[in-house]
């Protein structure tokens, strides 16, 4: 091809490179599981002041862009430290990441500062975490509720987050739609707040017990980010649902994976051509199996989780993050599931404590657009595509029970995605383990900041 150059060549030949290396859609696009490039990886110190600590911390993290810094929730629930994000390292092997270091600003413990107490107030954990204009806005609840009647007191602020030990800490307060709505919080790109009623988006998705309770399937609210941040301690954040999936109209009918469910202790099944397991106490692994009674269900279980949803700038994808089980052999109640887990189970688990996978679902933000204008039903949306996201760092102890992910946040001026693998670390403390963050790229249709702090390793 033969380029002419005018009055300004150099400007001319630029101009063609850069339309070489872009491509750029009229329409925003539909991402696929596909477009996430993983580029990186570090790990997350050990780190215990007395307070809290990183091991076997709820890993709950909200990312600073601007600080190059992160905050995560330790143990207990109601700690949370500030971290550098070190060098990332693209590498497969744990041993060449790099450490967080000592924290920033070391735990400390917020829940005794909240400014508001409510009679009912039994806050016992903490969901997902958000940096929103300077204030780090976290997500509490009860995770036994069977009256529902905590489910109101769901949202703290802690208004400065770069100065933990004397930030003041306003909550209680709720978010409209309880704890079908209060999780995971992030920005709707602006071409789309029109159409979806705010610049906020919140959803959730079964963080603890009692199914009633909970968007069975990754919820959307919008809302406006002034009507939280200036929310009275006790009030209520007005919000615009887009998309549930109450117990009745749950995202997959057959929760249990399996045929008859039955919840009495130890038992899968009252089909008599599905019969249930042997309960032997002196050796919990001799259970009768028949493994065609598991139905083919691998979009939502009993035990799956949502723990991050965010919309893709330049794109019209919902994308959530989360975890399945018993997709391969089914789920038991209160049992003792073979090869590892809980001994026995206090709820619902996989038969097979293997049976265990890091997922991802992608919705059509249409769906959401046409709910809000009154077109479809509040659980009529199924993701395009989904599917199990095989992480590396995932079973560093080689047992076959992946290191699930925790939380996850993105960086929308860097265009990181970053994803925790909660308990994933064994290496550098055998009895408490601590979190791995993983960095992923979107290959989305816009040109790409540079990649800052990258290192690469064959």
């Known amino acids: 091809m033969m380029i002419k150059f005018k009055k300004f060549p150099w400007l001319t030949f630029l101009g063609f490179l850069l339309s070489s290396c872009y491509?750029?859609?009229?329409?925003?696009?539909?991402?696929?599981?596909?477009?996430?490039?993983?580029?990186?990886?570090?790990?997350?110190?050990?780190?215990?002041?007395?307070?809290?600590?990183?091991?076997?911390?709820?890993?709950?993290?909200?990312?600073?862009?601007?600080?190059?810094?992160?905050?995560?929730?330790?143990?207990?629930?109601?700690?949370?430290?500030?971290?550098?994000?070190?060098?990332?390292v693209n590498s497969k092997k744990i041993e060449d990441l790099a450490f967080t270091g000592a924290p920033v600003q070391e735990f400390v413990d917020?829940?005794?500062?909240?400014?508001?107490?409510?009679?009912?107030?039994?806050?016992?954990?903490?969901?997902?975490?958000?940096?929103?204009?300077?204030?780090?806005?976290?997500t509490v609840y009860d995770p036994y509720d069977a009256s529902h009647i905590k489910d109101v007191d769901n949202m703290v602020i802690v208004h400065d987050p770069?100065?933990?030990?004397?930030?003041?800490?306003?909550?209680?307060?709720?978010?409209?739609?309880?704890?079908?709505?209060?999780?995971?919080?992030?920005?709707?790109?602006?071409?789309?707040?029109?159409?979806?009623?705010?610049?906020?988006?919140?959803?959730?998705?079964?963080?603890?017990?009692?199914?009633?309770?909970?968007?069975?399937?990754?919820?959307?609210?919008?809302?406006?980010?002034?009507?939280l941040l200036n929310v009275a301690p006790g009030?209520?954040?007005?919000?615009?649902?887009?998309?549930?999936?109450?117990?009745?109209?749950?995202l997959w009918w057959q929760l249990p994976n399996a045929n008859n469910w039955n919840y009495?202790?130890?038992?899968?099944?009252?089909?008599?051509?599905?019969?249930?397991?042997?309960?032997?106490?002196?050796?919990?692994?001799n259970y009768n199996w028949k493994q065609e009674c598991v139905l083919e269900n691998d979009l939502w279980t009993e035990v799956s989780r949502a723990s991050y949803g965010t919309i893709i700038p330049g794109s019209k994808t919902y994308l959530t993050l989360g975890r399945?089980?018993?997709?391969?052999?089914?789920?038991?109640?209160?049992?003792?599931?073979?090869?590892?887990?809980?001994?026995?189970?206090?709820?619902e688990y996989p038969y097979d404590a293997t049976d265990w996978d890091n997922y991802i679902w992608l919705f059509d933000v249409q769906d959401m657009i046409d709910h809000k204008n009154g077109l479809t039903e509040e659980h009529d949306a199924m993701p395009y595509e989904y599917g199990k996201l095989a992480l590396p760092f995932e079973d560093l102890d080689g047992n076959g029970q992946p290191a699930l992910i925790a939380s996850a946040d993105y960086d929308e001026k860097n265009n990181r995605l970053y994803i925790v693998l909660g308990h994933a670390d064994p290496l550098t403390n055998h009895y408490e383990p601590t979190p791995i963050v993983l960095v992923y790229e979107l290959l989305i249709n816009r040109p790409k900041p540079p990649i800052l702090h990258i290192k690469q390793i064959e």
């Not at 107490?117 to 929103?132: W, Y």
């Open 23 to 88: 491509s750029f859609s009229s329409e925003p696009v539909l991402l696929k599981k596909s477009d996430l490039q993983y580029v990186g990886a570090f790990r997350v110190s050990t780190t215990n002041n007395g307070v809290g600590r990183t091991g076997f911390s709820k890993s709950r993290i909200a990312v600073s862009s601007d600080t190059n810094t992160f905050f995560m929730v330790g143990r207990p629930f109601s700690t949370i430290a500030e971290f550098k994000i070190p060098e990332i």
């Open 110 to 138: 917020w829940k005794s500062r909240v400014s508001h107490q409510t009679e009912d107030n039994d806050i016992r954990d903490v969901g997902p975490i958000s940096l929103i204009d300077g204030k780090l806005v976290m």
């Open 162 to 227: 770069y100065n933990l030990k004397t930030s003041e800490v306003t909550g209680y307060f709720n978010i409209e739609g309880n704890m079908f709505a209060a999780g995971w919080l992030s920005p709707i790109p602006i071409n789309l707040r029109s159409d979806l009623g705010g610049d906020y988006l919140t959803g959730s998705a079964r963080f603890a017990s009692i199914n009633s309770r909970w968007s069975l399937g990754p919820s959307a609210y919008s809302f406006n980010k002034s009507n």
């Open 235 to 250: 009030g209520v954040v007005q919000t615009t649902k887009l998309q549930r999936y109450p117990l009745n109209k749950r």
């Open 264 to 285: 009495s202790g130890g038992h899968r099944f009252t089909d008599p051509n599905c019969p249930s397991w042997k309960i032997d106490h002196d050796t919990p692994a």
């Open 324 to 347: 399945i089980g018993g997709v391969r052999k089914g789920l038991a109640y209160k049992i003792f599931p073979i090869n590892g887990g809980p001994q026995p189970s206090s709820g």
